[in-house]
Nanobody, 122 residues
Framework: VQLQASGGGLVQTGGSLRLSCAVSGSDLSTYRLGWFRQAPGEKRTYVAH????????VYADSVKGRFTVSRDAAENTLYLQMDNMKLEDTAVYYCAASSPVAWGVERVFDYWGQGTQVTVSS
Protein backbone atom coordinates (compact mmCIF):
# COMPACT_ATOMS: atom_id res chain seq x y z
CA VAL A 1 0.00 0.00 0.00
CA GLN A 2 1.23 3.47 -0.88
CA LEU A 3 -0.17 6.70 0.49
CA GLN A 4 0.29 10.33 -0.56
CA ALA A 5 -1.15 13.06 1.64
CA SER A 6 -1.92 16.59 0.49
CA GLY A 7 -4.01 19.62 1.36
CA GLY A 8 -2.18 21.07 4.33
CA GLY A 9 -1.83 24.79 4.80
CA LEU A 10 -2.44 27.80 7.00
CA VAL A 11 -5.88 28.45 8.46
CA GLN A 12 -7.25 30.75 11.16
CA THR A 13 -8.91 29.52 14.33
CA GLY A 14 -12.48 28.52 13.65
CA GLY A 15 -11.70 27.86 10.02
CA SER A 16 -11.79 24.69 7.94
CA LEU A 17 -9.36 22.64 5.90
CA ARG A 18 -9.66 19.35 4.04
CA LEU A 19 -6.79 16.90 3.74
CA SER A 20 -6.63 14.25 1.04
CA CYS A 21 -4.66 11.04 0.83
CA ALA A 22 -4.29 9.17 -2.44
CA VAL A 23 -4.13 5.44 -1.74
CA SER A 24 -2.86 2.68 -3.98
CA GLY A 25 -2.87 -1.04 -3.32
CA SER A 26 -4.92 -4.18 -3.62
CA ASP A 27 -7.69 -5.52 -1.38
CA LEU A 28 -8.17 -2.13 0.27
CA SER A 29 -11.60 -3.24 1.46
CA THR A 30 -9.82 -5.31 4.11
CA TYR A 31 -7.81 -2.34 5.44
CA ARG A 32 -8.38 0.47 7.86
CA LEU A 33 -7.16 3.88 6.72
CA GLY A 34 -6.54 6.66 9.14
CA TRP A 35 -4.97 9.94 10.10
CA PHE A 36 -2.38 10.73 12.73
CA ARG A 37 -0.70 13.99 13.67
CA GLN A 38 2.51 15.12 15.30
CA ALA A 39 2.88 18.54 16.88
CA PRO A 40 6.35 20.06 17.36
CA GLY A 41 8.20 18.37 20.21
CA GLU A 42 5.46 15.82 20.78
CA LYS A 43 4.78 12.22 19.91
CA ARG A 44 2.61 11.25 16.98
CA THR A 45 -1.00 10.75 18.03
CA TYR A 46 -4.05 9.11 16.55
CA VAL A 47 -6.76 11.31 15.00
CA ALA A 48 -9.32 9.10 13.26
CA HIS A 49 -9.75 6.14 10.97
CA UNK A 50 -12.24 4.53 8.62
CA UNK A 51 -12.88 0.90 7.82
CA UNK A 52 -12.38 1.04 4.06
CA UNK A 53 -14.83 -1.74 3.38
CA UNK A 54 -17.73 -0.78 5.67
CA UNK A 55 -17.14 2.96 6.01
CA UNK A 56 -17.35 2.78 9.80
CA UNK A 57 -15.40 5.58 11.50
CA VAL A 58 -13.66 6.13 14.83
CA TYR A 59 -12.34 9.40 16.26
CA ALA A 60 -10.04 10.60 18.99
CA ASP A 61 -11.93 12.53 21.67
CA SER A 62 -9.94 15.68 20.86
CA VAL A 63 -11.43 15.96 17.37
CA LYS A 64 -14.84 14.33 17.79
CA GLY A 65 -17.55 16.62 16.47
CA ARG A 66 -15.09 18.82 14.57
CA PHE A 67 -13.29 16.46 12.18
CA THR A 68 -14.81 14.03 9.70
CA VAL A 69 -12.91 11.15 8.13
CA SER A 70 -14.27 9.67 4.92
CA ARG A 71 -13.21 7.73 1.87
CA ASP A 72 -14.05 7.64 -1.80
CA ALA A 73 -13.53 4.02 -2.66
CA ALA A 74 -14.00 4.63 -6.39
CA GLU A 75 -11.23 7.24 -6.39
CA ASN A 76 -9.09 5.45 -3.77
CA THR A 77 -8.89 8.64 -1.75
CA LEU A 78 -9.04 9.18 2.00
CA TYR A 79 -10.20 12.53 3.36
CA LEU A 80 -10.07 14.43 6.62
CA GLN A 81 -12.44 17.38 6.84
CA MET A 82 -11.37 19.64 9.68
CA ASP A 83 -13.84 22.26 10.92
CA ASN A 84 -13.84 24.71 13.81
CA MET A 85 -10.09 24.38 13.99
CA LYS A 86 -8.12 25.25 17.09
CA LEU A 87 -4.55 26.34 17.70
CA GLU A 88 -3.81 22.91 19.15
CA ASP A 89 -4.64 21.30 15.81
CA THR A 90 -1.34 22.63 14.45
CA ALA A 91 0.75 19.61 13.48
CA VAL A 92 2.11 17.53 10.66
CA TYR A 93 -0.69 15.21 9.57
CA TYR A 94 0.00 11.71 8.27
CA CYS A 95 -2.27 9.23 6.55
CA ALA A 96 -1.70 5.57 7.31
CA ALA A 97 -3.08 2.13 6.58
CA SER A 98 -3.54 -0.90 8.78
CA SER A 99 -3.46 -4.28 7.07
CA PRO A 100 -5.75 -7.05 8.30
CA VAL A 101 -2.84 -8.85 9.99
CA ALA A 102 -1.52 -5.73 11.71
CA TRP A 103 -4.98 -4.75 12.92
CA GLY A 104 -5.81 -8.24 14.06
CA VAL A 105 -2.62 -8.71 16.06
CA GLU A 106 -1.86 -5.29 17.52
CA ARG A 107 -4.21 -2.75 15.94
CA VAL A 108 -1.23 -0.93 14.51
CA PHE A 109 -0.86 0.98 11.26
CA ASP A 110 1.88 -0.53 9.15
CA TYR A 111 1.89 1.69 6.05
CA TRP A 112 2.57 5.42 6.19
CA GLY A 113 2.50 8.33 3.83
CA GLN A 114 4.55 11.48 4.06
CA GLY A 115 3.17 14.24 6.23
CA THR A 116 1.44 17.45 5.34
CA GLN A 117 1.80 20.54 7.52
CA VAL A 118 -1.30 22.13 9.02
CA THR A 119 -0.88 25.42 10.86
CA VAL A 120 -3.69 27.14 12.73
CA SER A 121 -3.18 30.79 13.57
CA SER A 122 -5.11 33.16 15.83
Amino acid sequence: VQLQASGGGLVQTGGSLRLSCAVSGSDLSTYRLGWFRQAPGEKRTYVAHVNWGSGATVYADSVKGRFTVSRDAAENTLYLQMDNMKLEDTAVYYCAASSPVAWGVERVFDYWGQGTQVTVSS
